[in-house]
């Protein structure tokens, strides 16, 4: 794995031209809850409906407080149309009530409190820790797991193994951005089908695991 951080400065270096993931955007405000409701708004959505979504609902509220009291139905609309709309909002109306009951409608820091929360999984919580607090985690979604196991840094089957995994090999410093890389990355290079392997810089660096064709 010599090769590691070489690789990844690469990655870095070529997709500076492109737009990075619609929760970097957010975090960008550095406000943990709002990092939190926008993991939640992504899930099974397109970066642009879920950026336009996010910034429509902040505006109206953009805190725990501000939020619960807004009507499930008022809240729907506000961040139509992502993904399974409905149920979102019940989660994210659920969370804000119960961060007010039990975290003084803060955010908690820990993983384990996070989880606890209904809706949130592993990749949620480790997003909100990493983007919104800063804290040391990798968040493994569909392209950090396909482009790890592409270039050859993991062999494994799931998003949880592959977390495992890159805790191994990855320095600490590097948990907090890889997400951000890879995404951008897997969004706009490394496609799932028809990666640009032809004009990638890091490309003498993968082993190309799964691939059959590319451009």
């Not at 951080?5 to 500076?16: A, D, G």
């Not at 939190?36 to 509220?61: H, P, Q, W």
Request: a positive charge; one cysteine or more.
């Amino acid at each position: 794995m010599k090769h590691l951080i070489k690789t990844i400065r690469l990655i870095e270096k070529q997709i500076q031209p492109y737009a990075v993931p619609s929760v970097t955007k957010i975090a960008a405000r550095r406000d943990p809850y709002q990092v939190l409701i926008s993991c939640i708004l992504s899930l099974r959505t397109k970066d642009k409906t879920t950026i336009e979504a996010a910034y429509r609902l902040f505006r109206v509220a953009s805190n725990p407080a501000s939020l619960v009291r807004l009507s499930r139905g008022r809240l729907e609309k506000l961040i139509y149309p992502v993904g399974f709309y409905r149920n979102k909002a019940k989660a994210i109306l659920d969370i804000s009530h119960k961060l007010i009951k039990t975290f003084n409608g803060k955010v908690p820091y820990k993983l384990e409190d996070l989880l606890a929360f209904k809706g949130v999984g592993l990749k949620t919580a480790n997003l909100v820790l990493s983007l919104g607090f800063n804290i040391p985690a990798i968040c493994v979604d569909t392209h950090v797991h396909r482009i790890s196991n592409r270039l050859g840094w993991v062999k494994t089957k799931t998003p949880e193994e592959t977390e495992k995994e890159l805790k191994k090999i990855l320095p600490g410093n590097e948990w907090i951005g890889i997400n951000t890389t890879l995404v951008t990355f897997g969004q706009n290079l490394c496609l799932p089908i028809l990666p640009f392997c032809s004009r990638c810089l890091a490309v003498n660096f993968c082993k190309r695991k799964g691939v059959y064709k590319f451009r």
